[in-house]
Each structure stands twice: as structure tokens, then as C-alpha cells.
């Protein structure tokens, strides 16, 4: 491993096999200090097993996990310098907040004096500093929560690893604690690991996001970078919603291709890099970057079709048109001119249009 301090944890090429499963499939990856980074992924595409051979609850089959550029080996979970949060808080009943956040220090047989200021330090920091007396079936879900980050990060970990934390929480209260769990990060300043199969939180609270799908991680990048540019149609597909348009390539110019819908009907969109042409591509475009228009339009990518629902939700509406060869396009757009909502009915025949910019042709 080279300059290994300038990361908190990096993967040399592990692969994690249980039996004949490979649940992680030769992953490298590098997590800077201070980072909030976030592992993204369906069910079962081997992101908590990646956690947990961080945390050293499992061992690799093969590759190395190193944390603060040292080599962790075999080193059992007790003696690595991470923490975990799990999505069940497992907090003592018969304790309070107090004690909770203290058990572990007691452990390590820090001195009482120390104890009492580390824990009221830190749960000053997660906003508990008056509920130190309370027991956790007299918390919210939230609060518990805020208690379970509090008992690991008064360890004073290199690393937080946190599996699926809000995944217990309701929708209004996950929302409000990922603003908080990101300004907490922020505030310690020291690495967080997050996994997640929410796409909404993992783009809310991520430095940089790892996609991964059947234990390969497929893309890292930034939030918008991962968005705006997913290079498989799985990252397209899963971080957000996205139409396609199935068809041929029957033009390549520079980074450009022009795509064969269906006789007669062409697109154009960002070619990937070893595109060629006559393969069977699917141009993939975001809802939001698509236009409605009742007006009959002509030019690049503009397609006609007609209006088959229509889905109000406050900031947003939402239609979905199907084309002459019934393919459905759901087209997002913000309520900033009412006066759409007024124009376009059901059944209308309506013009739909993007830019090159916002398509891409993907042949996988």
C-alpha cells in the first residue's frame, strides 16, 4: 500500500466467499480521512459484508483491509480502531443514557473522572446533554439512535462504520436525521462508512457514493457525479428513476451517437467510450430533464405521444405518455408555470423533448 496515512481505510483487491457465493468480488477502494462515504446497493449486493470486514466481524477471503494505512490482517473487531452502528440500537434497558454511552469506557477501565467528561462531551455533541438520567424506553427512535452514535463515537474511533442506522426510523424522522447525522460528521471530523440501499440518503449525506451490485462495486464518485453521470445502466437505473428508449446505434460522431428507434426515428446521446455502431444500445433520460410541449415540435429528440396519466405532488407533476410504439415516458416537471396544468389533459397528443446532453446510450 503507498501513501497509506492519506487514507482512513482502503480495500486491496477483497474477496469475501461464503462457500460457492462470492459475496464480494475483488473489490479495491479508497476512503479518505474524514469522509462520509457511503456503500449504495440492493439487498444482498454485499455492501454489509464489506462493512463487516472493515470492522473485523469477518475476515477476507482474499485482498487486505487496511485502516490509517496499517494492514489489518486477522486482527479480531475489538482491537481495530473503528466503531459500529447498527440499525438495531441493542441499548441496555436497565441503564440510563448515562450509563449506555459509559459502558465501553468502563471496559477499557478508563478512570471515572475521564468518563464523566467524555461522556457529557459527547452527548452535548448529539444534542442528549439533558437526558443523561433518562432509560431508553423513555426516548424517541430518534433519540435512541442519537445514543447508540453517541456510544460509539465516545471510543474515539478512526472510523464509524454505520449499518443502515434510519433503517428502524419513520420517513419524517429518517429525513430530519440525515441533515443531523451529516452536521455530526462534520462536527467530529472523523471518518463515517455508511450503508445504505436508499438512494434519496445516500445523495443527502455522502461526500462520495460506491454503487455496488452482485458484490462488484460498479462506480465511486461524488453524488452529482454518480448521477448526472452513471457509466452502467444499473447505476442509471437504481440512483434515481430513468426512461428508456430501446434501439440500434446508427451513427457515431465524436462522443456523440445517433440511435435507431424505429424506422424512421432517430435520437441522439452520449456515447459511452467503446461504443460501435449497429449495437443494441437503450438512451436513458431522467424525467426531470425531459419537456412537454402541446405544440407539435421538430428537431433533435423530440418525440410525440400522448398523455396517459398525470401525477400531481405539490412542487412537482409527474406525466407519464406513451409513444406510437408504446413505450411509456414518465416526464417530471416543477410547478413553476401553472398554467401547464391547466393546458394538458388526458389523451392530449403532446410533443416531448430533451437535449443530447441529457441522454446517454447504454449497451450493457
Known amino acids: 500500500m503507498t501513501n497509506g496515512e492519506e487514507y482512513a481505510v482502503e480495500l486491496s483487491d477483497v474477496v469475501k466467499r461464503f462457500n460457492l457465493v462470492t459475496a464480494v468480488n475483488h473489490i479495491s477502494l479508497k476512503i479518505k480521512d474524514g469522509e462520509f462515504f457511503s456503500l449504495l446497493g440492493p439487498s444482498g449486493c454485499g455492501k454489509t459484508t464489506t462493512l463487516r470486514m472493515i470492522a473485523g466481524f469477518e475476515m477476507p477471503s482474499s485482498g487486505q483491509v487496511f485502516i490509517g494505512g496499517k494492514s489489518q490482517g486477522y486482527l479480531p473487531a475489538y482491537q481495530r480502531p473503528v466503531n459500529t452502528v447498527f440499525q438495531q440500537y441493542a441499548l441496555f434497558p436497565h441503564m440510563n443514557v448515562f450509563q449506555n454511552v459509559a459502558f465501553g469506557l468502563e471496559m477499557q477501565k478508563v478512570s471515572k473522572a475521564d468518563i464523566k467528561r467524555r461522556v457529557k462531551e459527547v452527548l452535548e455533541m448529539v444534542h442528549l446533554g439533558d437526558m443523561a438520567n433518562r432509560r431508553p424506553k423513555q426516548l424517541s427512535g430518534g433519540q435512541q439512535q442519537r445514543v447508540a452514535l453517541a456510544r460509539a463515537l465516545v471510543n474515539q474511533p478512526k ?94 460522431d465524436e462522443e456523440y451517437c445517433q440511435v435507431l428507434l424505429e424506422p424512421d426515428m432517430h435520437v441522439w446521446a452520449n456515447a459511452l467510450p467503446g461504443l460501435q455502431s449497429g449495437k443494441q444500445v437503450s438512451v436513458a433520460v431522467r424525467p426531470e430533464k425531459m419537456y412537454i410541449n402541446m405544440d407539435p415540435q421538430e428537431g433533435f429528440n423530440t418525440l410525440q405521444g400522448r398523455v396517459q396519466n398525470i401525477i400531481y405532488t405539490g412542487s412537482t407533476t409527474t406525466f407519464q405518455v406513451e409513444l406510437p410504439s408504446n413505450t411509456q415516458l414518465m416526464v417530471r416537471q416543477q410547478n413553476i408555470d401553472p398554467s401547464l396544468l391547466t393546458q394538458v389533459k388526458l389523451g392530449d397528443q403532446v410533443s416531448v423533448s430533451w437535449s443530447i446532453a441529457a441522454s446517454k446510450a447504454f449497451s450493457d
Do not use: C, W
Open 159 to 252: 472510523v464509524l462504520l454505520l449499518d443502515e442506522p434510519l433503517g428502524a426510523l419513520d420517513l419524517k424522522l429518517r429525513k430530519a436525521m440525515q441533515v443531523e447525522l451529516k452536521a455530526l460528521q462534520e462536527r467530529v471530523g472523523i471518518t463515517f462508512i455508511y450503508v445504505t440501499h436508499d438512494q434519496e440518503e445516500a445523495l443527502t449525506m455522502s461526500d462520495r457514493i460506491g454503487v455496488m451490485d452482485r458484490g462488484k462495486l460498479l462506480q465511486v464518485g461524488t453524488a452529482h457525479e454518480v448521477y448526472e453521470g452513471p457509466r452502467t445502466r444499473f447505476v442509471s437505473d437504481f440512483i434515481g428513476e430513468t426512461n428508456y428508449l430501446d434501439g440500434h446505434v446508427s451513427q457515431i
